[in-house]
Nanobody, 123 residues
Framework: QVQLVESGGGLVQPGGSLRLSCAAS????????IGWFRQAPGKEREGVSCIRRDSSTYYADSVKGRFTISRDNAKKSMYLQMNSLKPEDTAVYYC?????????????????WGQGTQVTVSS
């Protein structure tokens, strides 16, 4: 049973930064593609970013240039650095993993999920 635990959420002012972390209880994280998703109240879950096994990265247009996804397979952890945050970035953020060779920003493509961490951007 894979467990993913997010941390690092909180309240930040517009223009500020946060770094989300996700710890995975998994034998070999290097074999998986990793995604970050978010869900705002009343909205569907949306893909934010994905990093492949080979560390290729993909971003939603709404966060491109502001967010950076990374992974540390040895530490079984993945990260989402969020800069220049906007109020519309407010959401619960989830990490997820999927097997296979490709990345995706579709939530249905992912196998295991964390419980989420709240990010609120407000003055």
């Amino acid at each position: 049973q894979v467990q993913l635990v997010e941390s690092g959420g909180g309240l930040v002012q517009p223009g500020g930064s946060l770094r989300l972390s996700c710890a995975a209880s998994i034998f070999n994280l290097a074999s998986y593609n990793i995604g970050w998703f978010r869900q705002a109240p009343g909205k569907e879950r949306e893909g934010v970013s994905c990093i492949r096994r080979d560390s290729s990265t993909y971003y939603a247009d709404s966060v491109k240039g502001r967010f950076t996804i990374s992974r540390d397979n040895a530490k079984k952890s993945m990260y989402l650095q969020m800069n220049s945050l906007k109020p519309e970035d407010t959401a619960v953020y989830y990490c997820a993993i999927r097997s296979g060779v490709s990345c995706s920003l579709r939530s249905e493509a992912f196998d295991s999920w964390g419980q989420g961490t709240q990010v609120t951007v407000s003055s």
